[in-house]
């Protein structure tokens, strides 16, 4: 290769080589302080209140699922509530009226206190109603239910008939959740650090339109009792529903979607097949089958003709076991073995 060719491609790689390392340094100078421009700016702007998580309607807010961050100044509303200027002590327990988004700052429209109008339709989940029962320090656990508990309602009565009577306590609900005690939709309240505890006249739940028929009735047939639930039955109950397929994740479901779905499942009040006690469960003096209803005599009846349907005279609906039909001439009874 000649001497001057060589000469010259040298001096245009090295020219090259200059010219990179230039647009480099002119594009790297050009970005920098726009970077610090915008993070003088975030650091200078005001913390605003902000969902750290999905809070649909209904959802009580916790100290968790909120906090405060950077925002804009020029983007900030009056609406919204500002670090420094709002009590955070008095943000926990309030509802959320509308639903708000993850990231999505929080207005002071979308939180209803506790004592506000309209707190208690905000708490209650969707399809869901509030009932409202009486109780005593005997069948309110002594005072020591608060708003957020979870119970099961127990109802005892006394069924009547021949001979003595039977007693009988049923657990007919589980997993109600407590919306309030009398009027006060307060947690807890407490002096000196200590949770206050006083008693109550009514309690108002948390149940679906069934549950509250069934309630109105229940409240007529005997007395209700609340039976407060520990926190882990939920949790090792919805294991169980999970083993048994009666609460199926769908394949491919998000986190998120994955927790709502257990969430609900987990809070879900339960009706059905429910739990019993009698007297005789109890003490050997006492029933523990349910005694003959008391019918009035009726007046005798001219005998009936053999075509006639037989009689069911001496026959006892609510005795269980071996029954034989006993026909005397024209009349027919059914009696059970070892009757007169």
Partial sequence: MDKKKLILLVVALVVA???????????????????EATQVDA?????????????????????????????????????????GEADMA???????????????PITQGALVAPGDRGFLAAALGPGMRAVTITVSAKTGVAGFVFPGDRVDLMLTQTVNGEGDSLKAAETILKNLRVLATDQSTESETTEGGKTVVHSFRTVT?????????????????????????????NQSELDRAIANGSVKVPEGASKAEEDRLLNSARSRPVEGATSFVTGGDVSRFQRRSLP?????????????????APSSRGFDPWRTGPMVRITRGKNTETVAVGGN
């Avoid at 200078?44 to 309607?57: C, D, N, T």
């Avoid at 948390?206 to 047939?221: C, M, S």
């Avoid at 003959?292 to 006639?308: D, E, K, L, N, Y």
């Fill in 17 to 35: 080589v200059g010219t990179a390392f230039a647009a480099r340094s002119i594009l790297t100078g050009a970005s920098a302080p726009s970077a």
């Fill in 43 to 83: 650091q200078k702007g005001p913390k605003v209140l902000v969902a750290q998580r999905a809070l649909p309607v209904g959802t009580i807010i916790t100290a968790d699922a909120v906090s405060f961050q950077a925002w804009p100044k020029e983007m900030v509303q009056d609406a919204y509530f500002l670090d």
């Fill in 90 to 104: 008095k943000m926990v327990g309030t509802v959320v009226r509308h639903a708000i988004t993850a990231g999505e």
């Fill in 205 to 233: 739940l948390e149940v679906t339109p069934r549950i509250a028929e069934k309630i109105a009735v229940a409240d007529t047939i005997g007395t209700l009792s609340l039976s407060l639930r520990s926190i882990a039955d």
């Fill in 292 to 308: 003959r209803p008391q019918v009035a005599a009726a007046p005798a009846a001219p005998a009936a003709p053999a075509a006639t």
